[in-house]
């Protein structure tokens, strides 16, 4: 099974800047909102399968609340939400392009 074909830096410039465009998303939000639980089972899976809330991951959460400085605590907690958050959006963006190649291309699997 071919993979996707590649693209360009430039290509993919265009289309991040095309996606910052007012009222570009609402289409593909109501379609994610229809099957929000389908792809939450998704996420959770490939988080699980890399094993993200492991024993290092508890270990830091442990660390960021742990923290005495109620100022570096926020900021220790704030930076793993915030690397919560970009793991998160790389699976959803994985996800995402696996659909729409599957959408393109429904008798490969």
Do not use: C
């Amino acid at each position: 099974m071919p993979g996707p074909r590649p693209y360009s830096d430039e290509e993919v410039e265009a289309a991040v800047q095309a996606l910052a465009e007012p009222g570009r998303l609402e289409d593909a939000q109501r379609l994610v909102s229809g099957n929000a639980p389908q792809l939450q089972r998704i996420l959770n899976q490939a988080l699980e399968d890399s094993d993200w809330f492991g024993p290092t991951h508890v270990a830091e959460v442990r660390k960021a609340a742990g923290v005495e400085d109620p100022a570096q605590r926020e900021v220790a907690v704030r930076t793993l939400i915030a690397e919560e958050t970009r793991v998160s959006m790389l699976i959803g963006v994985a996800v995402g392009l696996e659909l729409a190649r599957l959408l393109d291309n429904p008798t490969e699997d």
